[in-house]
T-cell receptor
Framework: EPEVTQTPSHQVTQMGQEVILRCVPI?????FYWYRQILGQKVEFLVS????????KSEIFDDQFSVERPDGSNFTLKIRSTKLEDSAMYFC?????????????FGDGTRLSIL | AQKITQTQPGMFVQEKEAVTLDCTYD???????LFWYKQPSSGEMIFLIY??????QNATEGRYSLNFQKARKSANLVISASQLGDSAMYFC???????????FGTGTRLQVFP
């Protein structure tokens, strides 16, 4: 069964450094998403992406964050100048189409630890 | 107000028994979707089942079924014949029409014992 893959599974970074989290969505999916889950808390939406543009973002997704689809398969989340509170599990997801009936399929996540 | 409420932080069930995990939601949008995800201790998020706001019948997917009561705004997950591998966190989520984001509840930790 096709799946969303994320690399790395665990990233440890010094505060203030930039980090890039990578995702390969399911190949025929057109919509891509990033979520984060701070330890012990809810999963929170960060951003959605379609047709090489951000289609929706949350208030968490400020100027520190950016997303990119650098080629036909990868989808990346860049966090500039990381802070301690950026430590979380980051999930990439994709869906075939838009719409409230479309399940979003998640990757296994990248655990980001900021020291 | 919380959009998705899961009132059970933890549940226990014996193997082979059925268990119901509660979820209530709040929306004024007539078009929405409700989803359940499973998160094992390894951390991944696994899509289990979906219910649309216009669906007349309750969704079923193998041992999972969704008890959808629209008037009460509830979408409880029923797991039949529980297995040890069902031990995990379970999240209820909603997606309203016209928005991309899933809104998650706080989750219920299910533990299945022999």
């Amino acid at each position: 069964e096709p799946e969303v893959t994320q690399t790395p599974s665990h990233q440890v970074t010094q505060m203030g450094q930039e980090v890039i989290l990578r995702c390969v969505p399911i190949s025929n999916h057109l919509y891509f998403y990033w979520y984060r889950q701070i330890l012990g808390q809810k999963v929170e939406f960060l951003v959605s992406f379609y047709n090489n543009e951000i289609s929706e973002k949350s208030e968490i997704f400020d100027d520190q964050f950016s997303v990119e689809r650098p080629d036909g398969s990868n989808f990346t989340l860049k966090i500039r100048s990381t802070k301690l509170e950026d430590s979380a599990m980051y999930f990439c997801a994709s869906s075939e189409n838009r719409g409230s009936n479309q399940p979003q399929h998640f990757g296994d996540g990248t655990r980001l630890s900021i020291l | 107000a919380q959009k998705i409420t899961q009132t059970q932080p933890g549940m226990f069930v014996q193997e082979k028994e059925a268990v119901t995990l509660d979820c209530t939601y709040d929306t004024s949008d007539p078009s929405y979707g409700l989803f359940w995800y499973k998160q094992p201790s390894s951390g991944e998020m696994i899509f289990l089942i979906y219910q649309g706001s216009y669906d007349q019948q309750n969704a079923t997917e193998g041992r999972y079924s969704l008890n959808f009561q629209k008037a009460r705004k509830s979408a409880n997950l029923v797991i039949s014949a529980s297995q040890l591998g069902d031990s995990a966190m379970y999240f209820c989520a909603m997606r309203e029409g016209g928005t991309d984001k899933l809104i998650f509840g706080t989750g219920t930790r299910l533990q299945v014992f022999p």
